[in-house]
């Protein structure tokens, strides 16, 4: 899992039916463990452009999800900033 920002949307027109009504979002990386410094996830949650974000990728985020879809990434959690977090982020 890594923790990500919400910099942008995804439109596609064209994709397989299970992933007809999904939402994409371009995520960027806010923590460097390996992975690509942005990713394109499937919303889970609602969240938003400026959201920081849990991201689960592989395997993960294919179970995670509530439909069979060909997915690598899915956000599985908005981050509330009670601790400091976002801060020690930026």
Do not use: P
Not at 56 to 84: C, F, Q, W
Request: a negative charge; hydrophobic letters at 50%; charged letters at 20%.
């Amino acid at each position: 899992m890594i923790v990500g920002k919400v910099i942008g949307t995804l439109v596609s027109t064209r994709k397989l039916n299970n992933l007809v009504g999904s939402k994409f979002l371009i995520i960027e990386s806010a923590s460097n463990m390996g992975t690509d410094k942005r990713v394109v996830a499937v919303d889970q949650v609602g969240a938003g452009i400026g959201d920081y974000v849990l991201v689960a990728l592989g395997s993960a985020a294919r179970i995670g999800a509530t439909r069979e879809a060909s997915i690598d990434a899915a956000v599985v959690g908005i981050i509330d900033d009670e601790n400091g977090i976002i801060d020690k982020l930026n």
